[in-house]
């Protein structure tokens, strides 16, 4: 038995903990470089105002709608999820965070579900000031789906009942459901599927022929049968990639060098915190493709190194390398980052006669990691990242709420 915990516009309501007269009126929150909307209050969204649309586009309502916008902030993000997932883990016993604001968990064994659900509600929003809603179900699929049905209004909705499922999955569209989406959603539609339950009851044979395992294993939960374990520990990655749109193009190479250099470090913080080295190295920049009437470039180049690493020093050395000759002269850079691939655990390394199966220098890096958890990030890193506060090709935020929990200059202050 499965329930899934969902923060209600999870970022929106991250901004609304600590500026109350945020509440109630509309407001969005932007992506990088403050360009277009990615969280939408109920407010905001009885406005028109849709998901990705452009910042500017929407300035009028802010003049005559009274329509308040915050850039992203990711600090407050994450650390207000961690405290969800916190109150989650104390209350069952097993959870998988899904994502930042969605997590399952593991219901077998608790008596009085639904009570348990309002109970498990009430506490995360009085705790931490997220409202949220819990969706139960004898499968992943269908909590996801009695999540949905959640928001509509009751909060809380279980459909562990066959009666009470029927009812709810007669009307819930296809599209809706999870790992369906728009494309599916058509093709189904072509053969007159629109809903889940005529979803559920369609010929097996011919869903798994005419979409594969994946739908077919969708069919399958929403009959009832789990078909998708929970996930309390994470697989390894396979990648990871660290980039971002600057807010201007940037003709100056050093510059794009620098940024690089910054992504490349922030890179391998990422690896070590998962216990990872990498065996192999990309980067790319792109220019401006928005703006077709000037110079288009976006190279790439990868390699893969002599030796797994998780080392910031190798990984940068290797960067340099790489963007040597990489950059045309007279070209705006709008985007550039680093991958990092053929990524395992260092003990799964297998080195030969002449070179060690992972290279770096762990005690140093983990004292660089420590001074950077201590005294905040920047405190002590390389000098090829430029060292700079706001360097040139920094995001645009011009609307940044602060830090109110993850900086201590940015703690809210009390006027008695």
Request: charge should be positive; include cysteine; glycine fraction near 10%.
């Amino acid at each position: 038995m499965f329930a899934l915990v969902d923060g209600n516009n999870f970022y929106a309501s991250c901004e609304r903990i600590f500026q109350p007269k945020l509440r109630g009126v509309p407001l969005v929150v932007l992506s990088n470089n403050d360009g277009c909307a990615i969280a939408r209050t109920a407010e905001a969204k009885a406005l028109g105002i849709k998901m990705g649309q452009p910042a500017h586009e929407l300035k009028h309502l802010v003049k005559h709608q009274g329509l308040q916008m915050r850039s992203a902030n990711f600090a407050l993000y994450g650390d207000i999820s961690a405290r969800v997932v916190g109150i989650l883990r104390d209350e069952a016993p097993r959870v998988e965070v899904y994502s930042i604001d969605e997590s399952f968990l593991d219901m077998t064994g608790i008596p009085d579900r639904e009570q348990f659900a309002h109970r498990l509600r009430t506490k995360v929003q009085r705790w931490t000031g997220i409202p949220n809603c819990i969706g139960i179900g004898p499968t992943k699929t269908l909590a996801k789906a009695a999540n949905k049905a959640a928001k509509s209004g009751a909060g809380v909705v279980d459909l562990t009942d066959p009666v009470h499922r029927a009812q709810v999955l007669t009307s819930f569209p296809t599209t809706d459901l999870w790992g369906v989406g728009g494309r599916w959603g058509v093709r189904l539609a072509q053969i007159g599927i629109t809903t889940a339950a005529q979803l559920r009851d369609a010929p097996p044979d011919s869903i798994l022929q005419e979409f594969g395992v994946t739908l077919a294993r969708t069919q399958r939960e929403l009959q009832g049968h789990p078909c998708i374990e929970l996930e309390e520990v994470a697989p390894d990655k396979q990648q990871i990639m660290v980039g971002r749109s600057f807010a201007d193009r940037v003709e100056d190479h050093e510059a794009v060098a620098q940024a690089l250099a910054t992504f490349g470090v922030r890179a391998c913080e990422k690896l070590r915190r998962e216990g990872l080295v990498a065996g192999a190295l990309g980067i790319f920049a792109l220019s401006d493709r928005f703006r077709a009437e000037l110079p288009q470039h976006s190279p790439s180049r990868t390699i893969n190194m002599p030796a797994a690493t998780d080392d910031s020093r190798l990984i940068l050395s290797v960067v340099t390398q790489l963007l040597r000759g990489m950059l045309k002269p007279g070209i705006g850079y709008k985007k550039a980052g680093v991958m990092l691939m053929d990524l395992s655990r260092p003990e799964q390394r297998q080195g030969d006669l002449f070179t060690p199966a992972v290279a770096g220098n762990p005690k140093l890096m983990a004292a660089l990691d420590g001074i950077n958890r201590k005294f905040g990030r920047g405190a002590a890193g390389l000098a090829a990242t430029g060292w700079e506060s706001r360097p040139a090709w920094g995001m645009r935020q011009n609307l940044l709420s602060p830090h109110y929990t993850t900086r201590a200059r940015d703690l809210p202050l009390l006027k008695c």
